[in-house]
T-cell receptor, first 114, second 115 residues
Framework: NAGVTQTPKFRVLKTGQSMTLLCAQD?????MYWYRQDPGMGLRLIHY???????AKGEVPDGYNVSRLKKQNFLLGLESAAPSQTSVYFC?????????????FGPGTRLTVT | DQQVKQNSPSLSVQEGRISILNCDYT??????FLWYKKYPAEGPTFLIS?????DKNEDGRFTVFLNKSAKHLSLHIVPSQPGDSAVYFC??????????????FGKGTKLSVIP
């Protein structure tokens, strides 16, 4: 049981390049989330999904797109990377209990955009 | 506008003593509060939570207290151990519709437990 995994762990992009971050969970969770964490900041929600085939915007969605084609995977795309997207990205998942709140996090992807 | 505030960026405590981490919130719609612990180069891990209908929840060395009228919660760690050194995030949950709950995180408090 690997929990939540993220690929890649590190990436350096040039401004304008695109990339996709992959998140996978093996806990059969309905809900998945993408956060970013910047120095001195808490985690901010980018996009989330309440089930396979669904996505919704979070607090800071601009410049990102997501897809949830399979229940276990949640992809985060950057179509044209900008230096402001330099951050650590965390994926999380949770099940559909009444509170739905406890989230399980992956180890993070450190992205640098030059 | 920060809805979840952790006003102390850092805290140092001697091993064996009590660590008290504080968190304030502004949104009265929050109905569930959680503490996450984060080590460098790892993702946050869930530590303890409390429902808004309770004022205390205890799990071993960790206790969370909630004061709804003051919109304040605190995490007590006693006794503190060097392995507790990490960044602690306070998070609050509110229902956001379509069967989904969203977490709002504070900026975190870095706890250093000195041997």
């Amino acid at each position: 049981n690997a929990g939540v995994t993220q690929t890649p762990k590190f990436r350096v992009l040039k401004t304008g390049q695109s990339m996709t971050l992959l998140c996978a969970q093996d806990m059969n969770h309905e809900y998945m989330y993408w956060y970013r964490q910047d120095p001195g900041m808490g985690l901010r929600l980018i996009h989330y999904s309440v089930g396979e085939g669904t996505t919704a915007k979070g607090e800071v969605p601009d410049g990102y797109n997501v897809s949830r084609l399979k229940k276990q995977n949640f992809l985060l795309g950057l179509e044209s990377a900008a230096p402001s997207q330099t951050s650590v990205y965390f994926c999380a998942s949770s099940d559909d209990t009444a509170t739905g709140s406890e989230q399980y996090f992956g180890p993070g992807t450190r992205l640098t955009v030059t | 506008d920060q809805q979840v505030k952790q006003n102390s960026p850092s805290l140092s405590v001697q091993e064996g003593r009590i660590s008290i981490l504080n968190c304030d919130y502004t949104n009265s719609m929050f109905d569930y509060f959680l503490w996450y612990k984060k080590y460098p180069a790892e993702g946050p891990t869930f530590l303890i939570s409390i429902s808004s209908i309770k004022d205390k929840n205890e799990d071993g060395r960790f206790t969370v207290f909630l004061n709804k009228s003051a919109k304040h919660l605190s995490l007590h760690i006693v006794p503190s151990q060097p392995g507790d050194s990490a960044v602690y995030f306070c998070a609050a949950s509110a229902y956001s519709g379509a069967g989904s709950y969203q977490l709002t995180f504070g900026k975190g408090t870095k706890l250093s437990v000195i041997p």
